[in-house]
């Protein structure tokens, strides 16, 4: 078991060990959820990070010139964007 100590500003450092086994880079999404007392963290899986793409495209979905659009994408954590890449090329 692994304690870790959390910031003035809420932010926890998962340890490495711990990273490494999960697979876990700077950019990754984890699900939060309170079982009981327990707090749970759970990597986001590629499905739900199409779906979490998806969603953030219809948040922000606009009429938008090319401008606009890249704008709106620069604000896109870079996961998104290698998830992207990696859904146009399996299309």
Same mark, same amino acid.
């Given at each position: 078991? +692994? @304690? $870790?100590?959390? !910031?003035?500003? #809420?932010?926890?450092? *998962?340890?490495?060990? $711990?990273?490494?086994? *999960?697979?876990? @880079?700077?950019? &990754?999404?984890?699900? %939060?959820?309170?079982? #009981?007392?327990?707090?749970? *963290?759970?990597? %986001? !899986?590629?499905?739900?990070? &199409?779906?979490?793409? *998806? ?9 938008? =010139?090319? =401008?606009?659009?890249? @704008? $709106?994408?620069?604000? %896109?954590?870079?996961?998104? +964007?290698? @998830? ?6 399996? #299309?």
């Amino acid at each position: 078991m +692994h @304690r $870790i100590k959390m !910031t003035s500003k #809420g932010q926890l450092t *998962l340890p490495k060990q $711990i990273r490494e086994k *999960l697979r876990l @880079r700077a950019g &990754s999404y984890l699900e %939060v959820r309170i079982r #009981g007392t327990e707090l749970v *963290l759970k990597p %986001v !899986t590629q499905e739900n990070d &199409s779906e979490m793409l *998806l969603e953030y495209c219809r948040q922000n979905a606009q009429e938008a =010139d090319l =401008d606009k659009a890249r @704008r $709106i994408m620069s604000r %896109v954590p870079v996961a998104m +964007h290698e @998830r992207v890449r990696q859904l146009r090329e399996e #299309g």
